[in-house]
């Protein structure tokens, strides 16, 4: 089992576009990808539970996990996650919106918890993206 210490390189590689990979034996089915896919893409920047992922697809929340996991290559939370991560960065970059604004429209608890995963998997802070300082990251 991975540790969320292990997946920033993981993360960054995983767009909200990525292709799932289908038809993935024990993965959901492309009926269920295309689904759950428009679902978090509508919904990813409010709190969601497994629970209610997985009744997306009609499916438990155990099953759920394990399908989404080997289909996507990720958690479902990692997945929303990014989702979040990627919007936060175009908001930053194109918007006058506050980081405390992007903080709570993007999904996170508070613009601490933001900084604290923009600093964890991004590797920069809202501040250096809204001001162009990213580090320069290999492999992205």
Do not use: W
């Amino acid at each position: 089992m991975r540790r969320d210490d292990d997946l920033p390189a993981l993360l960054s590689e995983v767009a909200s576009d990525r292709a799932p990979l289908l038809n993935a034996k024990g993965g959901l089915s492309a009926r269920h990808t295309h689904q759950i896919q428009q679902f978090l893409k509508e919904n990813f920047s409010r709190k969601l539970s497994l629970a209610e992922m997985a009744a997306v697809c009609d499916l438990s929340p155990y099953h759920f996990a394990r399908a989404f996991s080997k289909t996507f290559g990720v958690s479902p939370h990692q997945y929303v996650l990014v989702l979040r991560l990627d919007l936060a960065e175009k908001l930053l970059a194109d918007s006058r919106m506050s980081i405390t604004d992007i903080a709570d429209s993007t999904g996170f608890s508070s613009q601490s918890h933001f900084t604290t995963m923009m600093r964890k998997y991004r590797h920069v802070t809202p501040q250096q993206v809204r001001t162009g300082q990213r580090r320069s990251r290999s492999g992205i």
